[in-house]
């Protein structure tokens, strides 16, 4: 079977779609031994190797897409300005206080280290109590993250 037995054209688009096994949004098959991406596979039997480093990035932002003509060769950091620049780049919120995932204090821990700085003790001293650097110690005691009471 070929890469292009498992191709659906729609009306209206140009873009080849893949039809046959995904992951991650991605199509997916067998080739030369490995499982590899649809689109990386479709850009080398129709344009030729991808160097070492680059992506095989869409440029009509369609994941299942394999139309040579929609797929060009970048870095991870163009591939990144171009969601960018498309506007799919979109985060939710961050949490804030310990509702965040990354979150290393509580807001009890917050406000005591307030206390500490506005007491007098250094910064190196609190961070090295409560496992931070120094540099977080300021931006809690100056309010410039954990904006709690």
């Not at 992951?23 to 499982?35: D, I, P, S, T």
């Not at 689109?39 to 990035?57: A, E, F, Q, T, W």
Request: glycine share 8%; net charge positive; hydrophobic share 35%.
């Amino acid at each position: 079977m070929t890469i292009l037995e498992r191709v659906k054209k729609v009306e209206g688009s140009d873009c080849w779609f893949w039809t046959g096994a995904k992951a991650n949004g991605y199509g997916q098959l067998r080739h030369n031994g490995k499982v590899q991406r649809a689109h990386r596979v479709s850009y080398m039997l129709h344009k030729g190797p991808i160097p070492d480093g680059l992506c095989v990035c869409h440029s009509c932002d369609e994941p299942l897409c394999i139309n040579p003509a929609h797929l060009w060769l970048g870095t991870k950091l163009d591939n990144t300005r171009d969601m960018v620049a498309k506007g799919r780049a979109v985060r939710p919120p961050a949490k804030p206080g310990e509702a965040n995932h990354n979150a290393k204090l509580s807001e009890q821990q917050v406000l005591e280290i307030r206390a500490k700085k506005a007491a007098g003790y250094s910064g190196a001293s609190i961070a090295a109590e409560y496992g931070i650097s120094q540099s977080r110690v300021s931006e809690i005691y100056h309010r410039k993250s954990w904006r709690v009471a």
